[in-house]
Structure formats: C-alpha cells, structure tokens
C-alpha cells in the first residue's frame, strides 16, 4: 500500500521509523476506530526514561531517540529587549545541562565580541562537565556562510569535548532574490564551501541549515542538501523560517526530504519551527513523527517575532504520548527541571511567560490550587494529563511558608538547595542578610519570596553603582521629589536629588545626575511575587543607552541596537525600581567595559566581511 | 484509494469537502513534491472575504464557510482570576459582534444570578444589533445536562435574535467512573432527553458537547452523538478537554465521527480544544481540515488551565492559508478588529499576552519596529507573512504622537473614534479632563497613553469610593506612611493614614480602614505603557472578599471564589496602585450589590438540583 499511496518507505540507517506506519495507522487504518479505544493508555501516562544513547555526530544508534537541540541562548537572545550579559548565558546553559538537552547553541559569535566570548566561555565550562550519566552536552555556535563566520564560531566552540559548528544560507527563491541576490548555483557552492571550510577546521559535528526552508522549492533542497552532506555536514536542519507552513505539511517536508536526498541516510534530521501561525510546536512534533531525530526549541518558546516551538511543549509532548503514538520516540531530558529553566529564562530575558502558556504558565495546574476544593474532583487525571511534580512545579501552598525570621543559615541553604540554588557562602551571606531583613518585616517567607531575593542579590551584573539609601514624597499632589544616595566602585557616596512626574521617575532622574549617562527607558514593569499585602515587588526595567552598542542580527545581518535590562526587589516599590535601573545601568556599563578589553579576544576570529555591517566596537 | 486506505467518502450535505482529497493530496500526492512548489502563493497572500451565508442553525449554504464560536466570555471567564462585571462582558461581546464571530458564548446562567443577567443582557443587546451586512451573532448559553441548567440558559439567551443552548455531558469512561458515576446507558438517556427539552423550549438551536470526547471511546461517541441528533441538536461539538490530542489525532477523530455517525450530514460538526501540550491551535486546524464547521476558540487564547485555541491563531492561520490549503476554506471574520479585542480582553481579565504570543504579542511583528531599518531589509515577506495592518495593528511610531496639550476636545474625539472608542459626551469630557492633565506634564501623547486613560475612566466598575487624594513619604529608611483621602457614593470625605512595609502597602491599609473590608490581595502588576521615563503606568491589582462570593464551576461542577480585578493607570505608581485598588474595591462591593437585588431575576429559571453545590446568594 506504501507504493499506492506513493509514500517512500524510509531507509532504516538512521533510525527504524517506517512511514507507512505512523501516518498509515493515524489516517489509513483497518478499523477506523482504532485510536483512543480504551482509556487506559490516556490515564496512566509514565514514561520509562530509557538510556541516552552514546553521542556520534551523524547517527543514533536508537532509532526512536530525539534529540533536543535549544537554541534559547541564540534565537532566544534575539527577541527584542532580551540581551544576556555573559553571566546570565552561563547560568542558562548550566540549567540546559541540568535539563540534559543534547546540543546547546551558545551564541552567534560572529555578531559581536561579548557573544564570542560568552560561546567560548560556555564551551569551556559547561562543554566540559561531564554528568554521572557520561552525558555532556554538545556546545554549538551559529555561522552564515562565510570564513569569517565559522572562523569565529570555531574559535567560540573548539573549547568544548563535543563542538559542533552551525551554518546556513537562505535558499527560498524570495531571500535569493530580495536578500541574497544571488543564484541556485552560486548558493550551492557556497555552502559546499563553507561546510567543508568548517570541517577543514577540524570540526567533525558540523550542522547545515537552508534558510527559509519551509518556502523553498523541494527539488532545489534536496540538490543543496544532498551536496552539503558530500561536503561534510552531519546534521541538515530544515527552518520553517516565517513560521508559514501546517504540521501536516511540515511533516511532508521532512519526509520527502528523508526520502529523496541522496546520503540522508548517513545523517540527521533536524527541525526548527518559528511560531507565527502559533503551529510551531505541533509542526515539531509533526516533523520527529515523520522522522527528524533532532528538535530545536527554546524554553519558554521565546524567540524572534512569536518565537519558536517551546521546549517544555514538545518535550512533554513526547514524553506523554511518544510511547503510544509514534513507536516509542523518547528524549533525554530530566523534565523536573523544566520549571526552573523556565523561571531562570523568563527572569533573565525579561520575557514573561503567560499565565495560560502550556505546561509553565501560572495557571496550567490552577484547576488545583486556584479552585476550592471540596471533594467534587474525586479523581486527579479527569482533568490532569500530567503531573506538576513531573516538570518540578512545586507549589508554595505545599512546600513553601517553611521560613521565617527566626530560622538560621543552614535552613536556608537546605532550602536553597532543595530549590536549585547551589550559591558559594559569599552569595549565600549576601542573601541572608535580605533574607533577614525581609524575615523582620514579613512573617512569613515562602519560596518565591526567596527565590525573588536570590534574583535581586546573585544574578546580579558586577557592580559599578550600587544603591545607598532613596528617599521620596509624592502623591495626588503633584511635586514628586526624590532623594537617592549611590556608592561607587571605590565606595565613595554620591547624593542627588530630582523632581519627576512620579515617584520613580524623580528617583531615576536623580540617579541620572550621579551616573550621567544619557538612556532611554524603554520598558518599566513590576509584578508581586507573592500574595498579599505585605508581597515583595519585582521590578523590570528595559534600557538603551542613546549611543547604542551594536550587534548583527544573524538572519538578516542588520544592525541591531543592544538593550539591557535589570531586576529589583523589595517590599518597597519605589525602592525595588531603584534597584532594577541601577541593576540595568551596571549590567550596560560593564557591558561597553568589556566590549573595551580587546587584548582578551583573539583579533583573527572577527575579520568581519565588508559587505555585512560592521558591528560597532 | 479512498475505499483501499478506508478512509470514507463524506456526504456532501453539510459541505462539500472530500476527505480523500485533502489528506490525500498532503500526504499521498502523486507527486511527493506538490506542496511549496513556487515561492509565488506564499510572497501573496490576500483572501478575497467571501459573502457570509445565511444563518441556519444546522446547515451552512457554502461548504467552504466554518463559524467562529468565542467562547472567551465562558471558557476564557473561567480562568482563575478572570471574573469579568457584567458591564466587562458587554463591552467585549460588543467587541466580538464588530469582529464578527457567528456565535458568541456569554457565559454560563446556572452558575450565577450576575452570569445570568450577564446573558440576557448581552441577548437582549448584542443578540438583537443587526450590522449593516445582515448579520446579527448567535447568543449562546451553557447548560449542564439538567433542566436547571438549560431553564436558565433558555432564560438568558431566548431575548436574542437568534438564541442557542448548549448542553453538555461527560462521555469518556474515567468522568463516567469518577464525576458522573453513571453507566453508558444513562448518559444517553440523560443526553437524548435534555436536548429534546432544550427544543421543547422553543430554542430552535441547540449544541450538544460529548464532554472529553478526545478520550471516549469512538463506538460510544457515534451513538450517543447520533441520538443527540434524533432528539433535535443542530450542532455537535466535540471538545479534546483536556488537551491531550495531536493533530492528526484530533482529525481523525472528526473525521471518524463525520463518517460513522447516523444522521450527521444534518448538522454542522464543531471543534473544542484544550491547550494543555501546547497543540490547541493546530488540533482546531486539523479539525476544520477533516470538516468541522464550527471552531470554538477564545481571544488570546484564555480558558482554563493552558487555555484554549486562540482565536486570532485560528482565524489567521485558515486566512493565510485556507485558500490555498483546505479548499477555500473561510471565515466571516473581519481580522482588522482583532488587536482591539485582544488588548480588551487581556486589560479586563487580567491574562496578559507574552511578548512572544503569535499574532498579537507585542515583539510578533518587532522586527519591524525593534530593529534598525537600515536598507538590508530589502522586501517585506522576507520575513513577514502577515501584514500588521490585517490585524489592526498601528504603532505608536506610524499613527502616534499626534495629540499635544494644546488639543482641543475634537482632536481627542476624532483620535479616539480612529482608535475605536466611541465614547458619549459624558465619557469624553472625562477622558478629556484627564488628558489634559496628563499633557500638561507629558509632551507628546501616544496611542497607548491615550488608550491608558481610557481604560482607566471609561471601563471602570460603577463608582462606590473614589479616589481623593494620597500623599506618600517612602524610602530605604523604612516607616513607609500613606495618607488617602477618598470620596463616598454621598460626596462625604474619608481620611485615613497609616503606615506600611512599603508605600502602596501603606496606602492600602489606609484605605482598609476607611472601607472597612476584609480583602485578600491576590495579585499586583504594573507595566509602563508607553516608552520613556516619564511613562504613564498601568496597575492592576486582583482581590478577593475574605468571605467571598462564589459561583458553580462549569465542568467540575465545583464552588468556585469569584476574584475581582481593577486597573488605574497615572504618571506616579503610587497614586494608580490606589486607582486600581480602590476600582477592585468597587467591582467586589458592586457585585455583592446586584447579587442582593433579587427582584430583577427571574427566579424560576434557577433552581438548581441538590446535588450541585449551591450558589452562595
């Protein structure tokens, strides 16, 4: 019947996924009925975690393991406003370790000198850490088609047990024409080229990627991808760019593309979905159905535009229904710290997650804690799928209100621990000063409190400016004045005082008096992290300096104009945003002091091309 | 083939689609390479809007046409924290009337004597307003399957031009076993004789729901659906509850019940999907796709737990694509109206949208206005496949800084009527006010400032206490003091001062001890809503009664706390975290208020059965 319906069967090299059976049973079954026949398999959703497989660039001696590809710190990053500082990218890759995703793509280390050396920082380290299980992830640094490109990709990643490098060039006839402005052949030879330039390097994990794949036309990639893969590359990733394409036609791209490139049998599959028509994460699961063995995603789905597939989406996804409708498809993630990830992104990049959003938004187990429970719910999977353990969601209700003022240091590094945080006393000393603090005022602290308190004292740039004492008056009637006193790198005080529209923008113009710098603020915004009254405010803000650091945005090869963002909490709210736009002037002043070092970075990486913005520093 | 791969012929009465031919030719094509041959249909795509048919309950002239249902006042009001006034709920079913969705669903009467006032009001208002193309919105009500139930949903809806009563009952084995304790038999028994009650009513429109239909078994969905049929249900909707399905799942599931199920080419098939791995908006895709022609769906896509599928992903994705895809599929929405319905419905419940939302986050098209425009991006569908415009999207930037504060009260009216707000004098005066205000301290006013002062004067609750004055003194010192003067419903004024962890815990307990209520403060948020340092900001608080009000919960049948929310917006935060406490304030003490006038309730319509927990009023 497979030849009837002209559907290929698929070679078994790489994996034993057999097309005729997945669509077949879903679409083309004998009995009709065939599919939620019982509802035993709905209710008793576990998955036995089998085995990682040993790490070989090209192959995966399990047919039916995934790998996770999260590329949060590459695509993610590139959201507006999401700029990381390299500490924060450190962190993020540690917690993508934690989570136990296959590769990790650290950066574009062409776009600017602080990306290459956050990549080389992350390759490093985190590249190196082998786990219990053996496991270490692959660190991988996108290119375009170019020397220069890989050159400062291979620098950024070399560091790494598994480097892998990533390049790509658009080949859909509208980014030839309006953005390339070139040939078919010329694109051809160019990514020929260049992957075998990345595997003259020494590279033997090389990744290909055809730009806008999702618009290009199939014969023409299965020529560029059949000559990339002579030329060296071993994973072929197929974007759906502008997020344009149905998972029905998403999984057709990905299986004619398995069945009719010549030498896809001797590498691997990938898929990176954008989000625009909201189908990203079903276009992902839709291509490993029809064989990719490779996902990229980021945490939380964030990303350029509506973002990409979202990983805890996809990994839940297969994890609840990989056993039972797709031959056993299973992934190597430790889904108990999805949670966590999740929190760490969303405070770093400042992109919040919805309270709707799929498997992390506040609400997805609110059927639990939001609504009285009087009896009526007997039986937990009538309206649950999966459990919040499984993605590490521990409520405050359940564990949380276990400290107050009068519990000590090891209570609350066992907390700490219990929560993730594993800090060096020097930052634990420095918590528990606040925590103390905060203990005096509020009786008691649950665990978002405390991991608010972490956020504002840990994951905090290296200080420049840090805040004395502010003082303010306002109201209704107008003449809002505020007094901030500022300690400096050498611990000299500076005060000032300023009028505003409000309160925090009298505190912010006097902190510009004692900083002078000229900055734009472009996002303000505060939430409280914990109920009541007595809540401890989290405050955002978003800011540029108005002579902008510069990088080059991957895709398009813009200009894109650096933003920096900072956190603050208190119970105070005037004094939780002093603290965020001190945090936010620190983290962009360290960030032009860095881009100043030169001498740390090795000048032969970044000899830019001329035809591509130059990227400013 | 069709008869080979068993997949059945559909009957052409509903609509004319053909399942062989799409599944076919997406995944069985003869040639494999069928789909994005040319670049040319992606670079362009506009869809001429087809004439919407004529309104039958059980049929639809043009087999291409698929009905929007919104079920945002329902479904979405069901999120925790996202109670709605009934005065809310107006204003966004006036919304979805000018989107115009074919039925909105208003809420559900049996929970509450204010949902049902809700529902007849919006019958009696928006169910009657004919636009000038002919087409008024189908009111629809939800009932349990009990005379109660669809008693007072028939109370609430029968005003409407054209009413609906939708009735639902588990199906699946696990809420047979566990809610409903109930074997098979009787849930057909129960099923058949309550939609020939709901017809016996009068109501010519009745919608019967399978609820968990996604994990029934498919033998027993064909028989209960088809006596439903016998019994006089003019449509079938068939919700994955708790989001489990993927695509291909979910349309084969409507597919299987499109062609096993007696009787049902005389009636129209619909979708409900659930958002809890992420699938909900490709699932009601794929369920168009295989002939459903109703898609239930919410705006930005709220509901319960993760929500559900979003309208704008839903609309767009068959407006994109519909054409060239599912055979002409189209829908009567008019897409120009859908960031309007999406910022209200985010501002009145609170759900805010992530940046990275598609369609209607903010950065879904921020690569236009985030990133420097400087040449390279030579052709807009590069990366662009919707246009902003389509979603009535207008930037600050393009249509913004227009009003000044030398404007005078036409230039306001007429921006605002541009911006959709057609305000009465009384209104307008108001905002007016306030504007002037706001200009005298701010340069230029933006969009979004102007929107800001709206919401907060127009679509606030009846006024009970309003603000006075507030003065504050905070700082890192500590003794953070409020004063807050505020007015009664009689003019008297009330003053108060007290002190507080921080500045707005200071004005809250002030006002505490004026209002003299036990109040939960559940959550607070602000965002600046415009750029820049002196930004308006947006407050929103969420509170709840200590003794609260309570109403049933529509599937579990639980006694939900109703929560109340309130927004201020104003240039210092202090003085809107009061405006949005002391509107919160109004909304609960306004809502116990109606709850006590019986006299205006049919009470009839309301007895509810002992075994469902009561109402608390």
Chains 1, 2 share one sequence.
């Not at 070139?182 to 020494?202: F, H, P």
């Not at 400042?350 to 498997?359: M, R, S």
């Not at 300023?498 to 004692?514: E, H, L, M, N, R």
């Not at 000229?518 to 002579?547: C, K």
Request: aromatic residues 6%; contains cysteine.
């Amino acid at each position: 019947m497979a030849a009837l319906c002209s559907i290929p069967s698929f070679s078994t090299t790489t994996n034993s996924f057999n097309l005729t059976s997945p669509y077949h049973s879903l679409f083309f079954s004998k009995s009709s009925v065939n599919l939620p026949q019982q509802s035993t398999p709905f209710n008793t959703i576990k998955c036995s975690l089998s085995r990682r497989p040993e790490y070989t660039p090209n192959r995966i001696s399990d047919p039916n393991y995934v790998r996770i590809f999260d590329t949060t710190l590459r695509d993610g990053e590139q959201s507006p406003g999401a700029t990381l500082t390299s500490k924060e990218k450190l962190d993020i890759a540690r917690q993508l370790a934690k989570l136990g995703v296959d590769i990790i793509e650290a950066g574009f280390p062409a776009s600017s000198k602080d990306d290459l050396e956050a990549v080389k920082m992350i390759a490093k380290e985190v590249g190196n850490n082998i786990d219990g299980d053996g496991h270490v992830p692959v660190i991988c640094g996108l290119a375009r088609c170019n020397r220069a490109d890989i050159d400062a990709s291979w620098e950024a990643v070399k560091y790494a047990k598994r480097p892998r490098i990533h390049t790509f060039i658009a080949t859909s006839d509208i980014h030839l024409k309006h953005k390339l402005r070139k040939s078919r052949e010329e694109v051809i030879q160019i990514a020929r080229e260049m992957v075998s330039y990345a595997r003259s390097l020494g590279c033997e994990d090389v990744e290909f990627s055809p730009e806008d794949a999702g618009r290009s036309e199939k014969e023409f990639l299965y020529q560029i991808l059949g000559e990339v893969i002579k030329a060296g590359a071993t994973t072929l990733n197929i974007p759906d760019t502008v997020g344009i394409l149905l998972p029905v036609e998403f999984g057709q791209l990905i299986a004619d593309i398995k069945s009719n490139t010549p030498g896809i049998e001797n590498v691997i599959i990938s898929t990176h979905c954008q989000n625009d028509l909201g189908q990203a994460s079903s276009n992902t699961v839709a291509g490993a159905y029809a064989g990719a063995r490779q996902l990229e995603v980021t945490v939380n789905g964030i990303g350029e535009r509506a973002g990409n597939a979202s990983l805890e989406e996809v990994v839940m996804t297969i994890k609840c229904r990989g056993k039972e409708l797709m031959e056993g498809l299973y992934t190597g993630i430790n889904t108990r710290h999805i949670v966590m990830a999740s929190k760490m992104v969303a405070e770093y990049t400042g992109l919040a997650v919805q309270p709707h959003k799929a498997i992390v938004g506040a609400n997805a187990f609110a059927h639990e804690s939001g609504i009285h429970q009087d009896g009526m719910l007997k039986h937990k999977s009538t309206y649950e799928i999966i459990s919040p353990e499984d993605i590490g969601l521990h409520r405050s209700n359940e564990s949380g209100i276990v400290l107050g003022k009068l519990s000590g240091r090891h209570a609350l590094k066992s907390r700490l621990l219990e929560l993730g945080y594993a800090l060096d006393d020097k930052d634990l000393d420095d918590v528990f000063w606040r925590f103390k603090a905060v203990a005096e005022k509020k009786k008691h602290l649950s665990d978002s409190d405390i991991e608010a308190l972490i956020s504002d004292e840990v994951f905090q740039p290296k200080i420049i400016w840090s805040v004395g004492d502010v003082q303010v008056t306002c109201g209704t009637l107008g003449l809002s004045t505020a007094t901030v006193k500022l300690i400096d790198a050498d611990g000299a005080e500076h005060v000032a005082c300023s009028i505003g529209t409000g309160p925090v923008d009298a505190a912010y113009k006097a902190i510009d008096i004692i900083v002078k710098r000229s900055v734009v603020l472009l996002e303000y915004s505060m939430n409280s992290v914990t109920e009541g009254i007595d809540a401890i405010a989290s405050t955002r803000v978003l800011i540029r300096p108005e002579n902008g650091h510069t990088s080059t945005h991957a895709l398009t090869g813009e200009t894109v104009h650096r933003t920096f963002s900072g956190t603050g909490a208190g119970m105070d709210i005037v004094v939780s945003s002093v603290r965020a736009y001190v945090s936010a002037l620190n983290k962009m002043l360290g960030f032009k002091e860095t881009a100043a070092s030169k001498e740390s970075i090795d000048n032969s990486a970044l000899k830019v091309p001329s035809e591509i913005s130059q990227v400013s520093f």
